[in-house]
């Protein structure tokens, strides 16, 4: 299973972005993942298929927001106030649910997101 990340971009400290994730199903958690050059892939944000559950990570709670719409099998993550530490290769994968450590399938080539100062 290998999703398709678009909606990245450069935006200024405070702006907004919106990642888009295109699912090929609804029946899954949706977990979006950033990874910073030199860091490791870290999990930001998840949502669950069957109630719509949503979790955070700490460092984005309050700004970011999670959402789906299962008619265009697509997950969304909308991104407010953003910080220079931000910046990101975002991804998006499948998994059995949020609260699950692994994912299905690979990860895609991701979007990339750059905060600047």
């Known amino acids: 299973v290998q999703l398709v990340e678009s909606g990245g971009g450069l935006v200024q400290a405070g702006g907004s972005l919106r990642l888009s994730c295109a699912a090929s199903?609804?029946?899954?958690?949706i977990g979006w993942f950033r990874q910073a050059p030199g860091k490791e892939r870290e999990g930001v944000s998840c949502?669950?298929?069957?109630?719509?559950?949503?979790y955070y990570a700490d460092s984005v709670k309050g700004r970011f927001t999670i959402s789906r719409d299962n008619a265009k099998n697509t997950v969304y993550l909308q991104m407010i106030s953003l910080k220079p530490e931000d910046t990101a290769v975002y991804y998006c994968?499948?998994?059995?649910?949020?609260?699950?450590?692994?994912?299905?399938?690979?990860w895609g080539q991701g979007t990339q997101v750059t905060v600047s100062s």
């Open positions: 994968a499948v998994k059995p649910r949020c609260t699950a450590t692994i994912i299905f399938g690979s």
């Open positions: 199903s609804d029946d899954y958690a």
């Open positions: 949502i669950s298929s069957r109630d719509g559950s949503t």
